[in-house]
């Protein structure tokens, strides 16, 4: 993507005091999105290759949720505060420093000789990870002329279709030619810093358009909320993002395992199987936001985490080919809450787009890194079978999406 092409795809103003904040700008939001989806394809390949670390260096599962421990919360902890410096210092090109930070740890983890230097390489990419998320999301709501929930599924599908990338990706290249293979990514991040680059260029041209104009960073829309409501809706977004986040690591980094033990496939088709999930996953997070945008993001998130308990439940008894069709409705119905629950804090809490973002990135990401540790600890003292079925339960929380007010005008309710 050129520099120019960036600049030529602003749409002009629609009369003399619009600012360019309100048309929304899709070879931007398309940048992002390939921009996510490189990223996460690179932090997917972690969780991926969990059966040849665990090989190679004699893993357990405690073991193997510590890598992902220490990765989730080196990203949950420092992205809210990237959100909240950002909101008030900008930095256009944080997103290719992100991105260069984790080539820097993917380039160790191809090299990682050990458990500590596997680690290292693991909190590096979460630092990454980190860097990019807050400002991605506060540029894609910038370029989104106010469909919000568009902008934030455009940008999101990215890093789930990322996801999905992963394992494919681990089973036709690292397992077959071994954890130094790891290393031939290297190019996926190299072009993910010179997009980026690019839009870091968008966005710096962006801000100095707005200062020109007096607009600062644009009005928002104002709740009649007292603290306490905004307070206890936030509360009951955390618990949600708890019970969806710690299902969703359940399948993403132990699925695999539970293939492996229950029906006894190899390595790489269980790998094909967890990749027909994150694919589903991609599906349902391009749903989410459109439709919160016309339906409202309170209906978005009681159909999407509430309405997979039935698949939920009935996965840990069924045979192979029906459970990855249930997976496949999970994953559909699960991924939509997310863009969905991020617009719906950004609404609640205006004017801290990169707070919000980094919060909520940061408490995923936390929640199945802790999610991850526990679940391997519990794996090991009964069984990854066991596992499963006690989380078939966590989506019945999506009960307590009743409490949460109504944020969106009346404009944008069905």
């Known amino acids: 993507m050129s520099q120019s092409a960036v600049k030529t795809s602003v749409p002009e103003p629609k009369h003399p005091g619009q600012s360019t904040a309100e048309t929304t700008v899709m070879t931007v939001l398309l940048a992002l999105s390939l921009s996510h989806l490189l990223n996460d394809t690179i932090q997917s390949l972690l969780p991926a290759i969990y059966p040849v670390l665990k090989d190679s260096f004699r893993l357990n599962y405690a073991q193997i949720g510590t890598i992902t421990f220490v990765?989730?919360?080196?990203?949950?902890?420092?992205?809210?505060?990237?959100?909240?410096?950002?909101?008030?210092?900008?930095?256009?090109?944080?997103?290719?420093?992100?991105?260069?930070?984790?080539?820097?740890?993917?380039?160790?983890?191809?090299?990682?000789?050990?458990?500590?230097?596997?680690?290292?390489?693991?909190?590096?990419?979460?630092v990454g990870s980190a860097i990019f998320h807050p400002e991605a999301s506060r540029v894609a709501r910038l370029a989104s002329g106010g469909r919000h929930g568009f902008a934030q599924s455009l940008f999101q599908v990215g890093g789930n279709l990322g996801s999905s990338l992963g394992p494919l990706l681990a089973a036709l290249v690292v397992v077959r030619h071994g954890q130094g293979s790891i290393l031939w990514f290297s190019a996926i991040a190299l072009l993910g810093i010179f997009v980026l680059s690019k839009v870091?260029?968008?966005?710096?041209?962006?801000?100095?358009?707005?200062?020109?104009k007096g607009t600062g960073h644009g009005a928002e829309h104002r709740l009649a909320l007292s603290r306490g409501q905004v307070a206890w809706a936030l509360a009951v977004l955390v618990v949600l993002i708890f019970s969806k986040f710690i299902y969703l690591v359940s399948l993403s980094n132990y699925y695999t395992f539970y293939l492996i033990?229950?029906?006894?496939?190899?390595?790489?088709?269980?790998?094909?199987?967890?990749?027909?999930?994150?694919?589903?996953?991609?599906?349902?997070?391009?749903?989410?936001?459109?439709?919160?945008?016309?339906?409202?993001?309170?209906?978005?998130?009681w159909i999407s985490i509430l309405g997979v308990a039935p698949f939920s439940l009935l996965l840990p008894y069924v045979n192979l080919p029906v459970a990855i069709a249930l997976t496949v409705c999970i994953g559909v119905i699960l991924a939509s809450a997310f863009p969905a629950i991020i617009v719906y804090a950004q609404e609640l809490v205006p004017g801290n787009v990169g707070l919000v973002a980094g919060l909520f990135?940061?408490?995923?990401?936390?929640?199945?890194?802790?999610?991850?540790?526990?679940?391997?600890?519990?794996?090991?003292?009964?069984?990854?079978?066991?596992?499963?079925?006690?989380?078939?339960?966590?989506?019945?929380?999506?009960?307590?999406?009743?409490?949460?007010?109504?944020?969106?005008?009346?404009?944008?309710?069905?």
């Open 200 to 212: 870091g260029g968008w966005y710096r041209r962006h801000l100095a358009d707005r200062r020109a």
């Open 261 to 301: 033990d229950r029906f006894k496939l190899s390595v790489p088709q269980a790998q094909y199987a967890l990749f027909v999930f994150l694919f589903a996953v991609a599906a349902g997070t391009i749903i989410g936001g459109p439709v919160g945008d016309r339906i409202g993001r309170k209906r978005v998130i």
């Open 361 to 414: 990135f940061g408490l995923a990401f936390g929640m199945a890194g802790i999610g991850s540790a526990l679940l391997g600890v519990f794996a090991d003292h009964t069984s990854i079978g066991f596992v499963f079925k006690v989380c078939a339960w966590l989506p019945l929380i999506g009960l307590l999406t009743g409490f949460l007010p109504e944020v969106e005008p009346p404009r944008t309710r069905a």
């Open 71 to 126: 990765f989730q919360m080196t990203g949950s902890l420092l992205q809210p505060l990237v959100g909240f410096y950002t909101d008030r210092r900008p930095q256009p090109y944080s997103l290719a420093t992100g991105m260069g930070v984790t080539l820097v740890g993917l380039v160790l983890l191809s090299q990682a000789g050990s458990f500590p230097a596997i680690l290292a390489a693991a909190a590096l990419v979460g």
